[in-house]
């Protein structure tokens, strides 16, 4: 299977979507002061379900940001993890996607290995994302034609994806706490010798985007809309891709936020190999790629 093209790096400096992306921006490091103020407070943690932490912080970094986006975009529609969906968001073109606090495991294990996702999608494909890691003061941004960056230390950083081609120098970043069982089938069949746990989807697509990782993958529906809409933008610009496993990209705004064709994200290089062993492996396991995941959670 042909993987899509990776986007630009680098087309238009100012880009079609900077006035949204300076916004998405300051919003993310506003509501990481909002995590900071719970972050050395012993959590409060309810279930969503037996596998979904929900802490007052994800609810007041959700409640935060879907205020202040409905005030600078009243035209937009908003899709955020703790919010109830009434599917408004469905008759608009442009829908802000928010992910409050990806990590919320590593939040509560005090680790430091959790971001702030913000994204926008327009007509179903993303074209702005950020990525924030507050603890360790971390951005990652990237809008549609404009390239990839990443802040730290008071600099911007363009980021590039590594070129490495040899799918066995190939550097895994998986789940610290959410491995399905198919990633070790993938890994034996590529013959892999390297990997990297980590906690948030944003931080695994944030190491791939500079440049010290290759791929990313997650072959079950653990993972939803606010999980994949930022870092998507983020890998593309960067020069990477980020499909579902049978190599079809991503859609946003869907009725149905699950993914229940799971993510692959790599440097791009080897994406069309990966998403054909991915398939072998699949197909053994009796994993259709017109049904996907629906039954399968490990």
């Known amino acids: 299977m042909t993987a899509p093209n990776p986007g630009p790096i680098v087309t238009d400096p100012d880009g079609k979507y900077s006035h949204e992306l300076a916004a998405a921006i300051r919003l993310a490091r506003e509501a ?5 103020t ?6 409060t943690v309810r279930w969503k379900d ?3 932490p929900v802490t007052e912080a994800d609810r007041a970094v959700n409640a935060f940001l879907v205020k202040q986006l409905n005030q600078l975009f009243p035209e937009d529609g908003v899709l955020a993890e703790e919010s109830k969906d009434d599917f408004s968001r469905l008759k608009r073109d442009r829908v802000w996607i928010v992910d409050p606090l990806d990590g919320t495991a590593e939040f509560i294990a005090h680790n430091g290995e959790f971001v702030i996702m913000i994204g926008l999608a327009v007509a179903g494909s993303p074209v702005v994302g950020v990525v924030y890691q507050p603890i360790d003061d ?11 960056f990443v802040e730290e230390f008071g600099e911007r950083a363009p980021l590039h994806v ?3 081609s040899n799918l066995k120098k190939f550097r895994l970043v998986v789940s610290r706490s959410h491995r399905p069982a198919l990633v070790d089938s993938a890994i034996a069949r590529m013959g892999l010798q390297r990997e990297r746990s980590i906690g948030s989807v944003g931080l695994k697509i944030g190491l791939i985007a500079r440049g010290q990782a290759e791929f990313y993958i997650h072959p079950n529906p653990g993972t939803k809309e606010w999980d994949t809409c930022a870092p998507d933008i983020i890998v593309g610009e960067a020069g990477g891709v980020m499909t579902d496993c049978w190599g079809r990209p991503l859609r946003y705004n869907q009725s149905d936020v699950i993914r229940h064709f799971g993510v692959v994200a790599s440097n791009h290089t080897q994406h069309a ?3 054909d062993i991915l398939d072998e492996v699949l197909d053994e396991a ?13």
């Open 162 to 164: 590594a070129q490495e």
């Open 32 to 36: 990481g002061a909002v995590v900071r």
């Open 38 to 43: 719970f972050y050395d407070v012993p959590p």
């Open 273 to 275: 190999a990966i998403i």
């Open 138 to 148: 971390v951005l990652y941004g990237a809008s549609q034609g404009a390239g990839a």
């Open 286 to 298: 009796g994993v259709d790629s017109d049904f996907g995941f629906f039954d399968r959670r490990g």
């Open 50 to 52: 037996p596998t979904e």
